[in-house]
C-alpha cells in the first residue's frame, strides 16, 4: 500500500546570503498528523528553512511541496492548506486583536460572517476576549503570541508552521496554546515548530529533526532521535561544542 504524501516535503532546499550558505541541500519529510519539532543552535538555518517551506522566502535551489502542492509552483493553492507564525515579521499592530484576526480571514477570501463566527471562538479559545478591542502594540508578548496564532488558524489550515512559538511567553499563555496546537494535531492536523527548549520538544513532539549548519543531521520520530537517552544529550552530541565552562574564578569568590 503506498505512503500517504507527507504534509510537508522538502527536496534539495538551499539559501545563499552572499557568501554564506544558510541552507545547505536539505531533505525533510514530515508525517501527516505529527507533531514535528525542528531544533538546532542559532545560525542553524530553522527559519530560513521553514521561510522557504511557507513561501515567505524563495530558495535559491530545491522544492517545497505541502500535502502534494508545489509552494513555489502554485503559493495560492499551497498557502491555502498552510498557517504560519513567523518569528520577528513585522504584523499590523496599530489594529485591535479582533481587527488582526478578521484581516487575516478576509484576505484569505473567507465570508465575512464566517471569518467574525471564528473570530470570536478564537479569541476565547485563546483568552484574549477582554483585550480584543485593545490595539496589539499594547499587547504583551504572550499576547501577541496568541493573536498571531488566532491569525494562523483563522482559516482552518491542515499545516501550522511555527517559528518559537512560545519564546518570551508566560507559562500561563504557554500552556494555553499548547492546549489548541495538541488539539488541531490530535484532530487530524499537522503541527511544524522550531525551538530553542529540548524539554518543551520532548514533552510535546512526536518527530524531531536536528538541524546543524543548514543541513538535517538526523530526523524521524522522536525516540528514534533520541536513541534512547534525553534529546539535549543527542543534541550536544550532534552539535559539538564545548559545555564546560573555565575561568570565571573571580565570580565564584567573594569578598567583603
Request: charged letters at 25%; glycine letters at 10%.
Given at each position: 500500500?503506498?505512503?500517504?504524501?507527507?504534509?510537508?516535503?522538502?527536496?534539495?532546499?538551499?539559501?545563499?546570503?552572499?557568501?554564506?550558505?544558510?541552507?545547505?541541500?536539505?531533505?525533510?519529510?514530515?508525517?501527516?498528523?505529527?507533531?514535528?519539532?525542528?531544533?538546532?543552535?542559532?545560525?542553524?538555518?530553522?527559519?530560513?528553512?521553514?521561510?522557504?517551506?511557507?513561501?515567505?522566502?524563495?530558495?535559491?535551489?530545491?522544492?517545497?511541496?505541502?500535502?502534494?502542492?508545489?509552494?513555489?509552483?502554485?503559493?495560492?493553492?499551497?498557502?491555502?492548506?498552510?498557517?504560519?507564525?513567523?518569528?520577528?515579521?513585522?504584523?499590523?499592530?496599530?489594529?485591535?486583536?479582533?481587527?488582526?484576526?478578521?484581516?487575516?480571514?478576509?484576505?484569505?477570501?473567507?465570508?465575512?460572517?464566517?471569518?467574525?463566527?471564528?473570530?470570536?471562538?478564537?479569541?476565547?479559545?485563546?483568552?484574549?476576549?477582554?483585550?480584543?478591542?485593545?490595539?496589539?502594540?499594547?499587547?504583551?508578548?504572550?499576547?501577541?503570541?496568541?493573536?498571531?496564532?488566532?491569525?494562523?488558524?483563522?482559516?482552518?489550515?491542515?499545516?501550522?508552521?511555527?517559528?518559537?512559538?512560545?519564546?518570551?511567553?508566560?507559562?500561563?499563555?504557554?500552556r494555553t496554546i499548547r492546549g489548541i496546537l495538541e488539539g488541531f494535531a490530535g484532530s487530524g492536523g499537522t503541527v511544524v515548530l522550531s525551538s530553542h527548549v529540548m524539554d518543551l520538544v520532548e514533552r510535546i513532539c512526536t518527530d524531531v529533526a536536528?538541524?546543524?549548519?543548514?543541513?538535517?543531521?538526523?530526523?524521524?520520530?522522536?525516540?528514534?532521535?533520541?536513541?534512547?537517552?534525553?534529546?539535549?544529550?543527542?543534541?550536544?552530541?550532534?552539535?559539538?561544542?564545548?559545555?564546560?565552562?573555565?575561568?570565571?574564578?573571580?565570580?565564584?569568590?567573594?569578598?567583603?
Amino acid at each position: 500500500m503506498p505512503q500517504p504524501e507527507p504534509a510537508l516535503r522538502l527536496r534539495a532546499l538551499t539559501k545563499r546570503f552572499g557568501p554564506t550558505t544558510a541552507v545547505d541541500q536539505l531533505d525533510l519529510d514530515v508525517p501527516r498528523g505529527s507533531f514535528y519539532g525542528l531544533v538546532g543552535p542559532n545560525g542553524a538555518g530553522k527559519t530560513t528553512t521553514l521561510s522557504m517551506a511557507t513561501g515567505l522566502l524563495r530558495p535559491d535551489e530545491g522544492t517545497a511541496h505541502v500535502l502534494g502542492v508545489d509552494v513555489w509552483a502554485d503559493p495560492v493553492a499551497a498557502k491555502a492548506k498552510i498557517g504560519v507564525l513567523p518569528d520577528g515579521l513585522r504584523i499590523f499592530d496599530r489594529l485591535t486583536g479582533r481587527q488582526l484576526v478578521t484581516y487575516a480571514g478576509l484576505l484569505r477570501g473567507m465570508p465575512r460572517e464566517l471569518v467574525e463566527q471564528r473570530v470570536e471562538e478564537l479569541l476565547v479559545a485563546l483568552g484574549l476576549t477582554e483585550a480584543r478591542d485593545k490595539l496589539v502594540i499594547d499587547y504583551s508578548a504572550g499576547m501577541t503570541k496568541k493573536v498571531t496564532l488566532a491569525c494562523a488558524l483563522v482559516h482552518a489550515p491542515r499545516l501550522l508552521v511555527l517559528d518559537e512559538p512560545f519564546e518570551a511567553v508566560d507559562p500561563v499563555s504557554a500552556r494555553t496554546i499548547r492546549g489548541i496546537l495538541e488539539g488541531f494535531a490530535g484532530s487530524g492536523g499537522t503541527v511544524v515548530l522550531s525551538s530553542h527548549v529540548m524539554d518543551l520538544v520532548e514533552r510535546i513532539c512526536t518527530d524531531v529533526a536536528i538541524i546543524v549548519a543548514g543541513r538535517v543531521r538526523t530526523a524521524g520520530p522522536l525516540e528514534v532521535v533520541r536513541e534512547g537517552g534525553r534529546l539535549e544529550d543527542r543534541f550536544l552530541e550532534l552539535v559539538g561544542g564545548a559545555t564546560d565552562v573555565e575561568g570565571l574564578a573571580w565570580l565564584r569568590t567573594s569578598s567583603d
